[in-house]
């Protein structure tokens, strides 16, 4: 177990810049999830951390030892990848047990070792079963018994379950949860679903384009995001964003909706250009004297214990509206909107987040 | 499937097809075609010197019957004889003067017969000649000339192997300058043809002072690019991660190689190993370039050797050619799978 400390890491490949000097602590024991879209470089930073890919410069170091030069055999990290990468001609001892041969500890070393990971992992009806004759999530489950058999400095896990059925992903994403209360380990995950961010992570990284965008808890890069792309990437359904300005009396108007007092209007000037963030869950239904704004609705999807409800404003801006409860409203009707004042998120022309506190 | 539903194999259950028919006869045209020389070629092997120069030729092995006679040391060969009223009788021939026949009832071997050639008709029966393999590897050391080729393919085919092996993991799991030209280059000796290289390499293997030894037809070919190509094909189509996850996983080069990217190669190297074996149990030019005395001869060699420039030993040759055949045929029986199922995998994934 160890901690990861990155400085101004650089990647590119010829004129492509795919990280753009990231620097990083991650403390040990930490859980880390990289978020961010497809194309952001956070399964580059993974491999650059892992020793599979050089970095064009930085450095990185893995409990306070520059590790930039050495090779990934060298590193003592352990890796899960998004296709589990099993040896397919070995059975599972096999497999779980192959890094331990090439550490060269003792048998009855490795044996117990391995006993005691598929154990753990529930894989032992299976042990001398070859991948080829397991389920997703078993093979799944052998990969990453093959991470933890080795007790290594940091695990890292490259998108584990994006190849699995919904199912499976929650009921593995949850055991991994319990895997990480169990051992311990610094763990770093990279991930472009913000649920398994959101639900694994003590701390969050949100990458886009090559650089961090905001570390942090993940309820923190909800309730407080730095900039738009945040705001935007973190939730679902996505935030809703709204052109608007601030009015001469200090308050907000967002288009399509009348004047909001709203404490953050202040940090503005009077007639700035903005953009308003807000969450679907803090757009209400109201009735039609307390209403901001009236729009028309265009998809409802009812999932029992909460509704959403897909809008357009009247001047055609689409708004979600997340609903606690069951609503009548159905297709083509018009409903009465009401935005919470104190869960405005404002950005200015630069995609920064203002924020009062 | 049981070959027995394959060989009645149709179109539509239970009815004959025009293209059935059509297709069964192209295929037994075939099988004709490809089956028809080999038989040949079993079945003259059994075939006495006197019977492989008769014209018209026979299929089968067939030589006159003959008859020991009373008054005569020779065995008589048999004729049966029409004679002049009709009858036909069974004469044993003892000397024939110009269109004249001379012969005798073996039953009465006193009084002799006269009657003209066309009216005698050889006795003939079936008869394997087994001499025509036996006395080749009693007189000529046909045993050793099979013992060096069995070395020489068995040992050429591991060098062969291992080193193709190698080169193929550097040039498709590595990446480094010149990666690609090294490849070409590889590629690039196919062009060169053996009879172009063969007086350069003899000159080298000749200061090596290997001539006259295996070593000499095992060395030079053991690195063949068509290995290097077929391997290399292969394991690009091994997935990366497998790779990157050994090196996860602490594994040296040198285990990866071992342990992870040959055992994945396994088809491809089985179709190496049936290819490798072809060519060196029938390589013919350069082992009769390097390998001059007899102790050291190949099969090959050791068959040219029935070949002289005024005579051939007919019979030895087809005899030990059926010889010369059975192990590579051995080979393909036992590994047709692994050619078609290697093949097919080589490459295009």
């Known amino acids: 177990m160890a901690g990861l400390k990155l400085t101004k890491i650089c990647k590119s490949y010829g004129r492509v810049d795919v990280l753009r000097d990231i620097d990083l602590e991650v403390p040990d024991g930490a859980f880390v999830v990289f978020v961010g879209p497809s194309g952001c470089g956070k399964s580059t930073l993974l491999r650059a951390i892992a020793g599979l890919e050089r970095a064009t410069s930085g450095r990185i170091e893995i409990d306070g030892r520059d590790v930039t030069d050495e090779r990934a055999s060298e590193r003592g990290l352990a890796m899960v990848f998004q296709s589990y990468a099993l040896y397919p001609h070995m059975s599972v001892r096999q497999n779980i047990a192959f890094a331990l041969e090439n550490m060269r500890l003792p048998r009855a070393e490795i044996a117990a070792r391995v006993a005691r990971a598929a154990q753990m992992l529930r894989l032992e009806p299976y042990l001398d079963r070859k991948p080829g004759a397991l389920s997703g999530g078993q093979r799944q489950r052998v990969a990453i018994g093959r991470a933890v058999v080795r007790d290594p400095k940091i695990f890292l896990f490259d998108e584990p379950l994006s190849n699995l059925d919904a199912e499976l992903r929650v009921a593995t994403r949850k055991e991994l949860a319990a895997l990480h209360a169990e051992i311990g380990g610094t763990m770093i995950y990279v991930t472009h679903d913000q649920v398994e961010a959101m639900t694994l992570a003590d701390r969050i990284v949100v990458l886009n384009a090559g650089r961090i965008e905001q570390t942090g808890a993940p309820l923190d890069l909800y309730n407080r995001p730095e900039n738009r792309f945040v705001a935007g990437f973190i939730g679902s359904p996505r935030m809703n964003f709204l052109k608007g300005a601030t009015t001469q009396d200090g308050r907000i108007a967002a288009q399509g909706f009348a004047p909001i007092d709203a404490p953050v209007a202040r940090l503005l000037p009077a007639g700035a250009a903005c953009e308003i963030g807000i969450r679907p869950e803090h757009v209400h239904l109201v009735d039609a004297q307390a209403a901001d704004a009236t729009a028309k609705v265009e998809l409802v999807e009812r999932l029992g214990g909460e509704s959403f409800l897909y809008v357009r404003l009247a001047d055609g801006a689409p708004l979600t509206v997340k609903s606690a409860e069951q609503t009548p409203a159905r297709r083509g009707d018009e409903v009465a909107l009401r935005l919470d004042p104190a869960h405005l998120h404002l950005f200015d022309e630069a995609g920064r987040a203002r924020r009062l506190d | ?349």
């Open chain 2, 1 to 349: 499937m049981a070959s027995r539903s394959l060989l009645t194999l149709r179109r539509a259950p239970g009815r004959l097809d025009w293209t059935d028919v059509v297709t069964y006869a192209y295929l037994a045209l075939g099988v004709a075609l490809m089956f028809g020389p080999v038989l040949w070629l079993v079945l003259s092997s059994f075939k006495t010197p006197a019977a492989l120069l008769e014209f018209p030729p026979s299929l089968l092995p067939m030589a006159q019957k003959t008859v020991l006679v009373e008054g005569h040391e020779r065995p008589l060969e048999l004729y049966d004889v029409t004679m002049q009223d009709g009858t036909v009788r069974r004469l044993a021939q003892i000397r024939r003067v110009g269109i004249q026949a001379q012969l005798v009832d073996p039953a009465d071997p006193k009084t002799v017969i006269r009657v003209p050639i066309e009216q005698r008709q050889p006795v003939r029966e079936m008869a394997f000649a087994v001499s025509n393999y036996t006395e080749p590897l009693r007189i000529f050391d046909f045993g050793r000339f099979f013992g060096n080729s069995v070395f020489v393919t068995v040992v050429a085919t591991l060098i062969t192997l291992l080193i193709n092996s190698m080169a193929a993991f550097a040039l498709s799991i590595y990446e480094f300058r010149g990666k690609n030209a090294a490849l070409l280059m590889v590629i690039g000796t196919l062009m060169i043809p053996i009879a172009i290289i063969l007086a350069p390499v003899f000159l080298v293997v000749t200061q090596l002072g290997m001539n006259n030894s295996l070593w000499a037809v095992i060395l030079p070919g053991a690195a063949t690019p068509t290995g290097v190509f077929l391997l290399r094909q292969y394991m690009l189509t091994l997935p990366r991660d497998l790779i990157e996850a050994a090196r996860m996983d602490k594994a040296s080069e040198w285990r990866i190689y071992a342990r992870i990217v040959l055992p994945l190669t396994l088809p491809a190297l089985a179709v190496l190993a049936i290819f490798s074996i072809m060519w060196r149990w029938n390589e013919f030019l350069w082992p009769l370039a390097v390998l001059t005395k007899s102790e050291v001869y190949t099969l090959q060699i050791g068959l040219n050797a029935f070949q002289g420039e005024l005579q051939t030993q007919w019979h030895y040759l087809l005899a030990m050619t059926v010889v010369t055949l059975l192990p590579v045929t051995l080979v393909f029986v036992f590994l047709q799978k692994f050619i078609t199922t290697g093949i097919a995998n080589t490459g295009m994934k």
